[in-house]
């Protein structure tokens, strides 16, 4: 009687039947269920809202925001919201207008409500916010008697940013003073430099708290024009004032803070 031929496959060692077995083609393969194929088309719409959405979406928004400090109301219920690459002015006393800068740095805890900075909640992402912001302050000091061109080209060096320091003062109208110390400086020229220490880093979003205050009409004009210059270097610049006519011909948006409520 004839022994039965056993063949061993590498994958298995059972009997090979001489059956053929059919091939897998598209049309023999299991289809998905249609849930799971509109779902896929769904989540291709979603991702490329989403990289789309990246270039409308505002850099900063306000949701809601409420801050007490005591039994004392700073902030009630504020909305808002700022677009990329805009000059944005907020009007309101120095010390609301400070608190709200320092809320977008992450400086400042809120109360309620939510900010999201680029994209990111700053409750969960402070880490990732903070160096996205510049807070420069009206009366922000330097070292006095050393030149402000040492004092930027420092800076350089310590953000490793490549960026020239003639292009910084140059942009800031400061060049021709490029060797006066900081203590030497006019009241312009000090506030020129405060805005010019904005460049040195990579911060695309610089926060300028009060920067017209105690500046004559001439002086106000001078330092729009750098704020526009700043600006066509891609940041998106806060300004903040006490009150609304140095902001006419330079935000792009403004809103004003009164008694702690958005008019």
């Known amino acids: 009687m004839p022994k039965e031929t056993i063949i061993l496959s ?40 989403d990289r789309n959405y990246d270039f409308i979406r505002p850099i900063i928004q306000f949701r809601g925001i409420t801050l007490i400090n005591g039994k004392k109301i700073i902030l009630d219920d504020i909305y808002f919201e700022i677009k990329k690459d805009q000059i944005f002015g907020v009007v309101g006393t120095a010390k609301v207008t400070q608190v709200i800068l320092r809320l977008i740095s992450t400086e400042q805890t809120k109360s309620l409500g939510k900010i999201l900075v680029d ?11 903070k160096p996205r912001t510049n807070l420069i302050y009206n009366n922000a000091g330097f070292w006095p008697f050393i030149s402000i061109k040492n004092i930027l080209q420092l800076g350089l060096w310590r953000a490793k940013n490549s960026t020239k320091v003639y ?28 805005i010019a220490t904005s460049l040195v880093d990579s911060a695309p979003i610089i926060l300028l708290h009060q920067p ?52």
């Open 212 to 263: 017209f205050a105690g500046m004559s009409d001439t002086d106000i004009g001078v330092i729009k024009n750098v704020l526009k210059a700043v600006k066509k270097t891609g940041r998106t610049i806060i300004v903040t004032s006490e009150i609304s006519r140095p902001m006419n011909n330079l935000c792009e948006a403004l809103i004003t803070i009164d008694d702690g409520k958005k008019l």
């Open 167 to 194: 292009e910084i003062l140059n942009l800031a109208r400061l060049w021709d003073k490029s060797r006066l110390a900081f203590a030497r400086l006019s009241r312009l020229d000090k506030q020129l430099f405060r």
């Open 10 to 49: 590498f994958n298995s060692r059972k009997k090979n039947k001489s059956k053929n077995l059919p091939k897998a083609t598209p049309s023999s393969l299991p289809k998905p269920p249609e849930t799971i194929v509109n779902l896929g088309k769904e989540l291709m719409i979603i991702d490329d809202f």
């Open 119 to 129: 994209g990111l909640d700053i409750d969960v992402y402070k880490l990732q916010v």
